[in-house]
């Protein structure tokens, strides 16, 4: 007996090939000329690979983009960009739905360096670019990724910022100041920082976790304190920069224990 084939699931696997192969990001006319569809078909398909997150959608540069769920097919796409490469997009998306700055920083030594920073507005008394510095132990972006290091990593850095004399006295002997923050971090999923890095700013900060449970970077979202609430900028901001979080850590390859309930 012939097997009929089911031509719907056919197309939108032909356009996830495409996006895998030809992207990361595509716009519609590209797919719909790579994959030989016709445009009303390919626009249908997207929209439901959007709805199952297996597609996203950027409509500040009105591309599509594979999404978190294609790492459950096994697309080697994704895996093979770096940090910055898979982020980008989605902070740019990030910060035009929400209005505010947000960045991406990496941990080196005992300093945070920006690997992304995308600006809604401009923050006086700070000038920070893609490749700045700040400190790790005092910052929530810092402290964000700080808190999610694996015991002996973590080791490494209080040293290292125990034998800074200024550094030494801000984290407590042995760094048991800094310590009981982190731990405080990584209990409740995420750093907050107000005015402990300059003051009259306001801070809130994620992990980014890729494959194997290993912290990469950190997102923060900076703000005004006189201008945005503590309240508001954990009710309203934090779960998007958690939810942005999570879609690049899935993209990263992480995979969240399985709950024991």
């Known amino acids: 007996m012939a097997v009929k084939k089911v031509e719907a699931l056919k197309k939108g696997l032909q356009v996830l090939h495409v996006l895998a192969t030809h992207g990361p990001s595509l716009k519609l006319q590209e797919i719909t000329q790579l994959s030989g569809l016709p445009k009303a078909t390919v626009y249908r398909l997207l929209q439901t690979l959007i709805d199952q997150e297996y597609v996203h959608y950027f409509s ?64 006086l008394g700070i000038d920070l670019t893609v490749g700045s510095r700040l400190s790790s132990h005092n910052s929530a972006i810092g402290q964000a990724l700080l808190a999610y290091l694996d015991p002996e990593s973590l080791d490494r850095v209080v040293a290292a910022m125990a034998a800074d004399p200024q550094m030494a006295g801000e984290i407590g002997p042995g760094g048991a100041a800094l310590r009981q923050k982190l731990a405080e971090v990584r209990q409740r999923g995420y750093a907050l920082s107000e005015g402990e890095f300059q003051t009259g700013l306001s801070s809130v900060a994620v992990p980014v976790i890729g494959g194997g449970g290993v912290v990469e970077g950190a997102l923060n979202l900076p703000v005004f304190s006189q201008m945005t609430s503590r309240e508001e900028l954990l009710d309203k901001y934090l779960p998007e920069l958690s939810k942005t979080s999570q879609v690049i850590s899935t993209l990263r390859g992480h995979r969240p224990a399985a709950s024991s309930e």
């Open 60 to 123: 500040d540069t009105t591309t599509f983009r594979p999404g978190p769920k294609v790492m459950s097919l096994g697309y080697a796409a994704l895996s093979g960009l770096d940090l910055a490469e898979v982020s980008e997009p989605y902070l740019r998306e990030l910060s035009v739905r929400i209005g505010q700055n947000v960045n991406l920083g990496i941990l080196d030594g005992t300093q945070v360096v920006y690997i992304i920073r995308v600006k809604a507005r401009r923050i």
